[in-house]
């Protein structure tokens, strides 16, 4: 069983900075893909970011790359989120994920799942 506990979220103003933090419970994420998605009100949960655990690979959807990202920290089992230049549009719940896999960015095949936590950007 795998358990994730983002932080890091608030508000902020439009062109701001937020690091959104994931504790993760597992002793090892060898082999393990994790990643960031968000949602906002009334839409689908969208990919952020991933990051291929054991090798430090990164992937961005191309709304973010340049102003995102992603890193872990292997000795304290932490998944980060640096957000720079934030936009309005990108209020919404972050989530972190943990897949066993390759990389994906469909939420679908994510198993594992933390409970969030909201970004406010204001205009």
């Known amino acids: 069983q795998v358990q994730l506990v983002e932080s890091g979220g608030g508000l902020v103003q439009a062109g701001g900075s937020l690091r959104l933090s994931c504790a993760a419970s597992?002793?090892?994420?060898?082999?393990?893909?994790m990643g960031w998605f968000r949602q906002a009100p009334g839409k689908e949960r969208e990919f952020v970011a991933a990051?291929?655990?054991?090798?430090?690979?990164?992937y961005y959807a191309d709304s973010v790359k340049g102003r995102f990202t992603i890193s872990r920290d292997n000795a304290k089992n932490t998944l980060y989120l640096q957000m720079n230049s934030l936009k309005p549009e990108e209020t919404a719940v972050y989530y972190c994920?943990?897949?066993?896999?390759?990389?994906?960015?469909?939420?679908?095949?994510?198993?594992?799942w933390g409970q969030g936590t909201q970004v406010t950007v204001s205009s």
């Open positions: 990051i291929r655990w054991s090798s430090g690979t990164t």
């Open positions: 597992r002793r090892t994420f060898s082999g393990y893909t």
């Open positions: 994920a943990a897949r066993s896999g390759l990389y994906s960015d469909s939420y679908a095949r994510y198993d594992y």
